[in-house]
């Protein structure tokens, strides 16, 4: 057990639907990252927050969004979805952003869109 | 740019052999870090090592080495008397300075017994 936790586990939902991914860093980890996984990209780094704040962002779609909360859980936004953003979404936390640190990875939300 | 080559997609071997995964690597950085991770049928990414790049000494953690090579941009892994539970797709990364880590893209090792 990673101390990251993930919710929900599965979802199962409409393509044009939207959906929240709730992620829970370990305890101490001030720095949260979210990856997306799919079969035909591989694992993708998508943004990093750091204290609330946005520190960095990878490939993320417009149509997806994420935040930080003042207790450092953090929520991934997923808009107008479409059949191809169906993928295993995961969460990381690290102490800090700073490259030495690595990153604890919770057990992913696995996302299909019918 | 960052990128990291895991060439070998799929690689099957008996209980008890030895197996070593290719990981290569590019970057631009003079300071990097590089990682393993496991990922078992179940799903979930595992932290397996981490390796910064001013320190090229190999490292063992039981049946498992690592192997760092600079002057090559490689960084590989190898399993000594696989087991079963050894059974995963591994993914080796590097970490960018901004943080977020570039994956390769995979190598499924299956042990069979």
């Known amino acids: 057990d990673s101390g990251v936790t993930q919710t929900p586990k599965h979802l199962i939902t409409a393509t044009g639907q939207r959906v929240t991914l709730r992620c829970s860093p370990r305890s101490g980890d001030l720095s949260v990252y979210w990856y997306q996984q799919s079969l035909d990209q591989g694992l993708q780094f998508l943004i990093q927050?750091?204290?609330?704040?946005?520190?960095a962002k990878g490939n993320i779609l417009e149509r997806f969004s994420a935040q930080q909360f003042p207790d450092l859980h953090s929520e991934l936004n997923l808009s107008s979805l479409e059949l191809g953003d169906s993928a295993l979404y995961f969460c990381?936390?690290?102490?800090?952003?700073?490259?030495?640190?690595?990153?604890?990875f919770g057990p992913g939300t696995r996302l299909t869109v019918t | 740019a960052q990128k990291v080559t895991q060439a070998q997609t799929e690689i099957s071997v008996v209980e008890k052999e030895d197996v070593t995964l290719d990981c290569v690597y590019e970057?631009?950085?003079?300071?990097?870090?590089l990682f393993w991770y496991k990922q078992p049928p179940s799903g979930e990414l595992v932290f397996l090592i981490r390796?910064?790049?001013?320190?090229?000494q190999n490292e063992i953690s039981g049946r498992y080495s690592w192997n760092f090579q600079k002057s090559t941009s490689s960084f590989n892994f190898t399993i000594t008397a696989s087991q079963v539970v050894d059974s995963a797709v591994y993914f080796c990364?590097?970490?960018?300075?901004?943080?977020?880590?570039?994956f390769g893209q995979g190598t499924t090792l299956q042990v069979k017994p």
């Open positions: 990364a590097l970490k960018s300075n901004t943080g977020k880590l570039i």
């Open positions: 390796r910064n790049s001013f320190d090229e």
């Open positions: 927050y750091y204290n609330g704040e946005e520190r």
């Open positions: 990381a936390s690290s102490e800090a952003p700073t490259s030495s640190y690595e990153q604890y």
């Open positions: 970057t631009r950085d003079t300071t990097y870090y």
